[in-house]
């Protein structure tokens, strides 16, 4: 068993379900975050009342899975983000459980 975190802008969500259900992943969970970048221009236009928020709308995914099936999924988002010209790629990693009940 391993624990799958996927990570997105929010426009992505439509191919991000397509590609849990190419590799079978049918029991997932997403939330919707702010993604943020660090920049300079984000580090100068900090304050204690900012009038607008810094972080883009992203998701987070995540499931607890069995190996073959995030191989696939590991393929399919390597494939999409080649074929992508904005620089915000799917980002994803895989952490082992050591214990589940």
Do not use: C
Not at 24 to 34: G, L, Q, T
Not at 78 to 86: G, I, L, R
């Amino acid at each position: 068993m391993k624990l799958m975190i996927l990570t997105s802008v929010s426009s992505y969500e439509n191919e991000i379900l397509k590609l849990l259900k190419a590799a079978n992943i049918e029991a997932f969970s997403s939330s919707e975050i702010d993604g943020y970048k660090m920049s300079n221009q984000l580090i100068a236009t900090q304050s204690w009342f900012p009038m607008t928020a810094g972080g883009s709308e992203s998701l987070l995914f995540f499931s607890f899975t069995k190996t073959e099936q995030l191989n696939k999924v590991i393929d399919l988002v390597k494939d999409f983000n080649s074929h992508q010209a904005e620089n915000n790629p799917i980002r994803l990693a895989v952490l082992p459980v050591e214990t589940y009940v």
